[in-house]
């Protein structure tokens, strides 16, 4: 990842009120951080890519029945114990 990425800009944000009171008074702001465009973009795919379910985007096709971890309700135990299972019972 290309430290760019890394880095945000935070910028203090005027909440609602009156701010012509005192400007330096911190409590009259919040923070919000910046962050890279691409950062953004591959962050997006990262995060739909372990969503499961019919929402799926289009670039990416489900994962499979037999697929066990990163998904919800769908452990690496669960998987290591059905497979475990079947091993001793052949």
Partial sequence: MPEEWKKSMVMPLPK?????????????????????????ILSYFIASSKQA????????????????????????VDQISLLRCILEHR
Avoid: H, M
């Fill in 16 to 40: 609602k009120g009156d701010l012509t009171s005192d400007l330096t008074q911190c409590s009259n702001y919040r923070d919000i951080a910046l962050l890279c465009v691409g950062y953004k």
């Fill in 53 to 76: 379910g019919p929402g799926w985007p289009p670039w990416r096709t489900p994962p499979s029945a037999l697929q066990g971890s990163f998904l919800p309700e769908r452990s690496t």
